[in-house]
């Protein structure tokens, strides 16, 4: 099974890193899933062995994008994640940014998309301290959930 619940994925972790593999973490919404999301994320997984993305639970998504947010529950979203070639495990988690799990599965890689700042995430703070690397991955232009909900709302941009 590729969801994983919250409290087990250290664990799981620690195995991986105890059986020689290369750890890739990433997170995010992931709300309307899009082409931007799936080169996204077979980049990333190409760093390494094992990519496990943390999925921000609905609660987390309302605080982040509003409260007509998500278009997609989280265990629809989890399920279509856990579907690609490229994710190896999916996480749910209800904080606001991924700190923990970071903290948790101190991944070699913490990825993030090209419109984020190192120096602005939090986590990136994180893996420098137990010399991971946080690799930025360039947006696909005009790819976004918020642009397809435009589209479809009639307020295409």
Known sequence: ??????????N??????????????TNGCFDIL????????????????????????????????GP??????????????????????VVIFADNTAERLVTEIEPAFYVKGGDYNVKELPEAQIVAKYGGETVLIPEVVGKSSSSIIKKVQGKEI
């Open 34 to 65: 899009h082409a931007g999301h799936v080169r996204y994320l077979q980049a990333a997984r190409e760093l390494g062995d094992c990519l496990i993305v943390g999925l921000n639970s609905d609660s987390s998504v309302r605080t982040l994008k």
């Open 68 to 89: 007509t947010r998500p278009i997609n529950n989280e265990e629809d979203r989890a399920e279509v994640l856990s579907a690609l070639s490229a994710v190896d495990y």
């Open 12 to 25: 799981i972790a620690k195995q991986l890193k105890a059986d020689g593999k290369t750890i890739v973490f």
């Open 1 to 10: 099974m590729k969801i994983i619940e919250d409290c087990k994925i250290k």
